[in-house]
C-alpha cells in the first residue's frame, strides 16, 4: 500500500513534468491519498468519473458509497455522508480543486478550478496536443482487413479495414509499436484450379504478364470449369496444380504470384482512395504454410490431438466443439492456419498484444484458438494479451443483408464510386461548385465520400450490426463527418479572416503563462478540451472508436455554444473596423482545431481547409 501512496503523491506532484497525467487520474490519486488517510486499511482503489450534469460539478467521487458497503461487511455503521465528509477533509492541498460538494447520498462533486484548467490548456497548445502517457509501450499486432484472394473484398473487410486502421492509428499516437498485418486468404485448394484454368486461358503467362482484368470473373470461370462433369480432365488438373503448388514447383509458384498480385491490386486501390495506412503488409496464410507441419507435430507430441474418423482434432476447454487441426485427407485447416499464425506472432515477434479486427462471426473460433496457445503452453497470459475485437455485420436500409438492387454482392469500388457521386451532388445542391476551384471541389468531394463512409461506420458501436446508408451519413446535422468537416473549416476559417498572423498567436502564446479564460463559455470549451486525454485513454482500454466520435462530435457542439456569445474579433458597427482582437479566443478556435485534427487522424478522415 506504501507503493500506491508513493505513486499518487507521484502523480500529484507532476505538475508541468514531462508525464501528462489526465484530470481523471489526478484526482483518483488525490482521493486516494485521502481515503488512505483515513482508512489505513483500505487496499482499493479509488473511483472517479465524469459528470454529466454541469449542476453536479465536473468530475464525481463514488468512492465513499463504496467504503460504506465496505464498512459494514466489518460490522462498523457510518453513513456514507459521513464518510464523504472525512475524505474531503483528508484532501492533500492541491492545485486541481476549486470545490467540492457533497450530496445527502454520500457523493462528492469535484468543481476544478480556473488556473488548472487553463494552465493545462495552455500546455497542451504549446505541446501541440500531445499523447497521454501511458504506463507501458507494446509491441502490438492489429490483424486488418484481411481479404481472401480471388474473392472480391466484400463489405464485411471494408469494416475490418476502417475499424482496424483506426485501432493501428491510436495505439500508435498514444507511442505504442504497431505492426498491422494484414491476414489474407491466398493459400488452399481454389488455387489449384485458378492455376489450371490459367494455364489454358494464358498459355505463355510464363513470359508474359497475363491481363485478368478481373479475378472475380476468372474465379467464376474456373469454378465453372471444375464443376462441370464434362470436364473431367480438368477437375484432375486442378489437384494435380494444388500438389505442384504445396512442393512449391516455381511454375506453379510463378502463376500462383500472378493471381496473387492481380488481387492485391484491385486492394490496393481500395486502400489508396480511403488513405488506409501503407504500413499496413500482407502476410497471410501461405507466410504460415510450412509452419503448419512443424505446429502439427507439437501438438501431436504434447498429446493434445485425438483421432477420430481419420481427422486430428483438438478438443479446447470451455469451447462447444473441437478444431480441426488435420482433415481426413491429411491437409489442414483455418484452424491449423491460425494456430500457425498465433505462435508465430507470440513467439517469434514476440507482440505484448496481438489483436484480431474481424466479424464477430469468426469470435467462437479465434477464442478457441487464443484459449488452445494458452494450454500449449505458447503464452501466458499474465504477461501477453490476445484479444478478439468483433463487428457486427453491414445491412442494407432494408435491415437485410448489403446487397446490390439485383441482389448480388456489392463490389467496394462501386461503392466508393456511389459515394463520389453522392457527395458531388450534396455539395452542387450548396453550391459550392460555385465558390469552389475544380481541385477544391474535388478535394472536398473526396473528404466528405470517404470520411462519411468511415465515420458511419467508426461512430456507431462496433458490435452492433450497422446499416450502411449514404442518405444517413451524408446528413449534414447531427453526428457526421459531414457535419464536423464542416465545423472544421469554420473554425479554421476564423483565424485565417481574423487577419491576426500565425506568428503573432504564437507569440501571444508563449508570452502568457495561462489564457485568461473569464467568460463561463470559454471555460465550458477549455473543460471540454482538456478531456481530450482521458477519452483517447478510455477508448484505448474498449477499443470502441465510437467514443472518440462521440467526443469530437460533444467537442464541436461545446465550441458552437463558445462561439455564439463569444466574440473573437469585435467590429465597429458602422465603418466595420477593427476595434478589438481577443488572442485568448482565437487561441481557443485553433486548440479545438488542433483538437479535432488529432481526432480526425485517429479516426481515418481527411479534412479540408475550405468546403
Ligand atoms: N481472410 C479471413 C476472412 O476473410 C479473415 C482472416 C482474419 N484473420 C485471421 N487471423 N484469421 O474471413
Same mark, same amino acid.
Not at 71 to 82: I, P
Not at 280 to 307: C, I, P, T, W
Given at each position: /500500500?506504501?507503493?500506491?501512496?508513493?505513486?499518487?503523491?507521484?502523480? /500529484?506532484?507532476?505538475?508541468?513534468?514531462?508525464?501528462?497525467?489526465?484530470?481523471?487520474?489526478?484526482?483518483?490519486?488525490?482521493?486516494?491519498?485521502?481515503?488512505?488517510?483515513?482508512?489505513?486499511?483500505?487496499?482499493?482503489? @479509488?473511483?472517479?468519473?465524469?459528470?454529466?450534469?454541469?449542476?453536479?460539478?465536473?468530475?464525481?467521487?463514488?468512492?465513499?458509497?463504496?467504503?460504506?458497503?465496505?464498512?459494514? %461487511?466489518?460490522?462498523?455503521?457510518?453513513?456514507?455522508?459521513?464518510?464523504?465528509?472525512?475524505?474531503?477533509?483528508?484532501?492533500?492541498?492541491?492545485?486541481?480543486?476549486?470545490? $467540492?460538494?457533497?450530496?445527502?447520498?454520500?457523493?462528492?462533486? @469535484?468543481?476544478?478550478?480556473?488556473?488548472?484548467?487553463?494552465?493545462?490548456?495552455?500546455?497542451?497548445?504549446?505541446?501541440?496536443?500531445?499523447?497521454?502517457?501511458?504506463?507501458?509501450?507494446?509491441?502490438?499486432?492489429?490483424?486488418?482487413?484481411?481479404?481472401?484472394?480471388?474473392?472480391?473484398?466484400?463489405?464485411?473487410? *471494408?469494416?475490418? &479495414?476502417?475499424?482496424?486502421?483506426?485501432?493501428?492509428?491510436?495505439?500508435?499516437? @498514444?507511442?505504442?509499436?504497431?505492426?498491422?498485418?494484414?491476414?489474407?486468404?491466398?493459400?488452399? $485448394?481454389?488455387?489449384?484450379?485458378?492455376?489450371?484454368?490459367?494455364?489454358?486461358?494464358?498459355? !505463355?503467362?510464363?513470359?508474359?504478364?497475363?491481363?485478368?482484368?478481373?479475378?472475380?470473373?476468372?474465379?467464376?470461370?474456373?469454378?465453372?470449369?471444375?464443376?462441370?462433369?464434362?470436364?473431367?480432365?480438368?477437375?484432375?488438373?486442378?489437384?494435380?496444380?494444388?500438389?505442384?503448388?504445396?512442393?512449391?514447383?516455381?511454375?506453379?509458384?510463378?502463376?500462383?504470384?500472378?493471381?496473387?498480385?492481380?488481387?492485391?491490386?484491385?486492394?490496393?486501390?481500395?486502400?489508396?482512395?480511403?488513405?488506409?495506412?501503407?504500413?499496413?503488409?500482407?502476410?497471410?496464410?501461405?507466410?504460415?504454410?510450412?509452419?503448419?507441419?512443424?505446429?502439427?507435430?507439437?501438438?501431436?507430441?504434447?498429446?493434445?490431438?485425438?483421432?477420430?474418423?481419420?481427422?486430428?482434432?483438438?478438443?479446447?476447454?470451455?469451447?462447444?466443439?473441437?478444431?480441426?487441426?488435420?482433415?481426413?485427407?491429411?491437409?489442414?485447416?483455418?484452424?491449423?492456419?491460425?494456430?500457425? $499464425?498465433?505462435?508465430?506472432?507470440?513467439?517469434?515477434?514476440?507482440?505484448?498484444?496481438?489483436?484480431?479486427?474481424?466479424?464477430?462471426?469468426? %469470435?467462437?473460433?479465434?477464442?478457441?484458438?487464443?484459449?488452445?496457445?494458452?494450454?500449449?503452453?505458447?503464452? !501466458?497470459?499474465?504477461?501477453?494479451?490476445?484479444?478478439?475485437?468483433?463487428?457486427?455485420?453491414?445491412?442494407?436500409?432494408?435491415?437485410?443483408?448489403? %446487397?446490390?438492387?439485383?441482389? &448480388? $454482392?456489392?463490389?467496394?469500388?462501386?461503392?466508393?464510386?456511389?459515394?463520389? &457521386?453522392?457527395?458531388?451532388?450534396?455539395?452542387?445542391?450548396?453550391?459550392?461548385?460555385?465558390?469552389?476551384?475544380?481541385?477544391?471541389?474535388?478535394?472536398?468531394?473526396?473528404?466528405?465520400?470517404?470520411?462519411?463512409?468511415?465515420?458511419?461506420?467508426?461512430?456507431?458501436?462496433?458490435?452492433?450490426?450497422?446499416?450502411?446508408?449514404?442518405?444517413?451519413?451524408?446528413?449534414? /446535422?447531427?453526428?457526421?463527418? @459531414?457535419?464536423? *468537416?464542416?465545423?472544421?473549416?469554420?473554425?479554421?476559417?476564423?483565424?485565417?479572416?481574423?487577419?491576426?498572423?500565425?506568428?503573432?498567436?504564437?507569440?501571444? *502564446?508563449?508570452?502568457?503563462?495561462?489564457?485568461?479564460?473569464?467568460?463561463?463559455?470559454?471555460?465550458?470549451?477549455?473543460?471540454?478540451?482538456?478531456?481530450?486525454?482521458?477519452?483517447?485513454?478510455?477508448?484505448?482500454?474498449? *477499443?470502441?472508436?465510437?467514443?472518440?466520435?462521440?467526443?469530437?462530435?460533444?467537442?464541436?457542439?461545446?465550441?458552437?455554444?463558445?462561439?455564439?456569445?463569444?466574440?473573437?474579433?469585435?467590429?465597429?458597427?458602422?465603418?466595420?473596423?477593427?476595434?478589438?482582437?481577443?488572442?485568448?479566443?482565437?487561441?481557443?478556435?485553433?486548440?479545438?482545431?488542433?483538437?479535432?485534427?488529432?481526432?480526425?487522424?485517429?479516426?481515418?478522415?481527411?479534412?479540408?481547409?475550405?468546403?
Amino acid at each position: /500500500r506504501k507503493i500506491h501512496l508513493q505513486e499518487a503523491l507521484r502523480i /500529484r506532484e507532476s505538475k508541468s513534468a514531462d508525464a501528462i497525467y489526465t484530470t481523471q487520474k489526478r484526482l483518483e490519486a488525490l482521493f486516494h491519498v485521502a481515503v488512505v488517510t483515513v482508512y489505513p486499511m483500505i487496499e482499493e482503489f @479509488v473511483n472517479i468519473v465524469n459528470t454529466c450534469d454541469p449542476r453536479h460539478g465536473d468530475y464525481q467521487c463514488n468512492t465513499a458509497m463504496q467504503l460504506c458497503q465496505w464498512l459494514k %461487511k466489518q460490522g462498523k455503521s457510518e453513513k456514507a455522508v459521513d464518510i464523504a465528509a472525512l475524505l474531503v477533509a483528508a484532501l492533500p492541498p492541491n492545485d486541481l480543486i476549486e470545490s $467540492t460538494k457533497i450530496n445527502p447520498i454520500g457523493f462528492v462533486n @469535484v468543481f476544478l478550478r480556473n488556473d488548472y484548467v487553463t494552465e493545462r490548456l495552455t500546455t497542451l497548445l504549446r505541446k501541440n496536443v500531445p499523447p497521454p502517457t501511458i504506463p507501458k509501450k507494446f509491441k502490438v499486432i492489429v490483424d486488418y482487413s484481411s481479404p481472401n484472394i480471388a474473392k472480391e473484398m466484400h463489405v464485411g473487410h *471494408l469494416r475490418s &479495414t476502417i475499424i482496424g486502421d483506426s485501432i493501428a492509428n491510436l495505439l500508435e499516437f @498514444v507511442g505504442h509499436d504497431v505492426l498491422r498485418l494484414s491476414h489474407i486468404g491466398d493459400w488452399g $485448394t481454389q488455387f489449384g484450379m485458378l492455376i489450371a484454368h490459367l494455364q489454358d486461358k494464358f498459355p !505463355n503467362y510464363l513470359s508474359v504478364s497475363p491481363p485478368i482484368g478481373d479475378l472475380q470473373s476468372f474465379y467464376r470461370e474456373a469454378k465453372v470449369r471444375f464443376d462441370d462433369p464434362n470436364e473431367p480432365e480438368f477437375k484432375k488438373r486442378a489437384y494435380n496444380c494444388v500438389v505442384e503448388l504445396q512442393s512449391r514447383n516455381p511454375d506453379s509458384i510463378k502463376a500462383w504470384t500472378m493471381i496473387v498480385d492481380v488481387s492485391d491490386r484491385e486492394n490496393k486501390q481500395v486502400y489508396k482512395r480511403l488513405k488506409i495506412s501503407d504500413k499496413l503488409q500482407n502476410r497471410g496464410e501461405s507466410f504460415y504454410d510450412e509452419m503448419m507441419k512443424d505446429v502439427v507435430k507439437q501438438l501431436d507430441e504434447g498429446g493434445h490431438l485425438k483421432l477420430e474418423d481419420g481427422r486430428k482434432l483438438m478438443f479446447v476447454p470451455d469451447c462447444p466443439i473441437p478444431m480441426t487441426v488435420v482433415k481426413s485427407d491429411g491437409g489442414f485447416t483455418y484452424d491449423t492456419s491460425d494456430m500457425a $499464425t498465433i505462435r508465430h506472432r507470440l513467439q517469434v515477434e514476440k507482440c505484448d498484444w496481438n489483436i484480431y479486427v474481424i466479424d464477430s462471426g469468426q %469470435k467462437g473460433h479465434i477464442d478457441m484458438v487464443i484459449k488452445a496457445a494458452e494450454v500449449v503452453g505458447w503464452y !501466458n497470459p499474465s504477461e501477453q494479451k490476445n484479444q478478439f475485437v468483433g463487428f457486427g455485420l453491414v445491412l442494407g436500409e432494408d435491415s437485410k443483408k448489403f %446487397k446490390t438492387r439485383s441482389g &448480388t $454482392t456489392i463490389r467496394l469500388s462501386e461503392l466508393l464510386d456511389e459515394g463520389l &457521386t453522392r457527395s458531388a451532388a450534396k455539395l452542387q445542391e450548396k453550391n459550392r461548385d460555385k465558390d469552389l476551384s475544380k481541385e477544391e471541389f474535388e478535394a472536398a468531394r473526396d473528404a466528405v465520400a470517404y470520411g462519411c463512409i468511415k465515420y458511419a461506420d467508426l461512430s456507431k458501436n462496433r458490435i452492433s450490426d450497422y446499416i450502411f446508408s449514404f442518405d444517413k451519413m451524408l446528413e449534414d /446535422r447531427g453526428n457526421t463527418a @459531414v457535419y464536423l *468537416l464542416y465545423a472544421y473549416t469554420r473554425i479554421r476559417a476564423i483565424t485565417r479572416n481574423s487577419g491576426v498572423s500565425a506568428e503573432s498567436l504564437q507569440e501571444y *502564446l508563449q508570452a502568457t503563462p495561462r489564457l485568461p479564460l473569464d467568460h463561463p463559455k470559454e471555460f465550458k470549451l477549455a473543460k471540454k478540451l482538456i478531456q481530450f486525454h482521458e477519452v483517447i485513454l478510455s477508448v484505448l482500454e474498449s *477499443l470502441l472508436m465510437n467514443g472518440l466520435c462521440d467526443y469530437v462530435y460533444e467537442l464541436s457542439c461545446v465550441f458552437t455554444e463558445f462561439y455564439d456569445v463569444c466574440y473573437c474579433i469585435e467590429k465597429d458597427r458602422k465603418t466595420g473596423e477593427i476595434v478589438r482582437i481577443h488572442k485568448h479566443r482565437l487561441l481557443l478556435c485553433e486548440a479545438t482545431s488542433a483538437v479535432m485534427d488529432r481526432c480526425f487522424k485517429i479516426l481515418g478522415i481527411t479534412p479540408v481547409s475550405k468546403m
